[in-house]
C-alpha cells in the first residue's frame, strides 16, 4: 500500500540543461497524471496516460516538455533546455480509471 | 472553458472558531468536484468527491456541500492542526480527465 513515489524530491539545474523527473504510481492504478504547481498559481495540467491508450498530451507547455510511461507503470517527464520559468513544484497522481487522484509529495525545480 | 474560483484566498481563524470556504466554478458538465487539503512541501491529500447538486459528505470538523454553481466546505470548531491550503478542483464529464483546480484558500487557525 505505498501512495505515488515521486523522485527526486528536489531538484537544482542550471538554465539550459535537461531535466527528469520520475513518478511510481500506486501499484494497481491504471491512470497516471502530471501536474504543475507554480507560486500562487493554481495546479496546472501538464499530461494523462491511461492504460494502453495515447496519452492526452493538450496541458504540455511546449515542445520541450515530454513524458512517457514504461510498461503502464513507471513514468517520467522530460524537460529540455530547461528556462527559468520552468521552475515550479512537478506532481504526479494516479487513479483507478477516472476516479479519485491520488498525489505525490512532488518535485521541486528550480533552474538557476 | 471549466473555471473555478475560490474564496477567501486566505483565512485566519481562532481555534474553535467556525466558517465556511467557497469554491464557485463553471464546467459544460460537472463528473465531480473534488476537495484537497495540501499541506507546505506535501503534494495534495484528497478530502471529498461530490457528484451531484445537493449532495453532503462530512469528515471529522470538515462538512462539505455542492449547489449547481458553487461548493462550501465548513469547518467547524478548528483546531490548528486544520491549518493548510484547501484546494477544489472540478472534473469534466467529456473524455478529459484533467482535474481543473482553483488556486486555493490558506486557511491559519491560532490557539
Known amino acids: 500500500g505505498a501512495g505515488v513515489s515521486q523522485s527526486p524530491s528536489n531538484k537544482v539545474t542550471e538554465k539550459g540543461k535537461d531535466v527528469e523527473l520520475r513518478c511510481d504510481p500506486i501499484?494497481?492504478?491504471?491512470?497516471l497524471y502530471w501536474y504543475r504547481q507554480s507560486l500562487g498559481q493554481g495546479l496546472e495540467f501538464l499530461i494523462y496516460?491511461?492504460?494502453?491508450?495515447?496519452?492526452?498530451k493538450s496541458g504540455l507547455p511546449s515542445d520541450r516538455f515530454s513524458a512517457e510511461r514504461t510498461g503502464g507503470s513507471v513514468s517520467t517527464l522530460t524537460i529540455q533546455r530547461t528556462q527559468q520559468e520552468d521552475s515550479a513544484v512537478y506532481l504526479c497522481?494516479?487513479?483507478?480509471?477516472?476516479?479519485?487522484?491520488?498525489f505525490g509529495a512532488g518535485t521541486r525545480l528550480s533552474v538557476l | 472553458e471549466d473555471q473555478v474560483t475560490q474564496s477567501p484566498e486566505a483565512l485566519r481563524l481562532q481555534e474553535g472558531e467556525s466558517s465556511s470556504l467557497n469554491c464557485s466554478y463553471t464546467v459544460s458538465g460537472l463528473r465531480g468536484l473534488f476537495w484537497y487539503r495540501q499541506d507546505p512541501g506535501k503534494g495534495p491529500e484528497f478530502l471529498f468527491t461530490?457528484?451531484?447538486a445537493g449532495e453532503e459528505k462530512e469528515k471529522e470538523r470538515l462538512k462539505a456541500t455542492l449547489t449547481k454553481k458553487e461548493s462550501f466546505l465548513h469547518i467547524t470548531a478548528p483546531k490548528p492542526e486544520d491549518s493548510a491550503t484547501y484546494l477544489c478542483?472540478?472534473?469534466?464529464?467529456?473524455?478529459?480527465?484533467?482535474?481543473?483546480f482553483g488556486t486555493g484558500t490558506r486557511l491559519q487557525v491560532t490557539l
Open positions: 497522481a494516479s487513479s483507478r480509471d477516472r476516479d479519485i487522484q491520488y
Open positions: 461530490l457528484y451531484s
Open positions: 496516460f491511461q492504460g494502453n491508450s495515447a496519452p492526452d
Open positions: 478542483a472540478v472534473l469534466h464529464t467529456g473524455t478529459a480527465s484533467k482535474l481543473t
Open positions: 501499484s494497481g492504478h491504471t491512470a
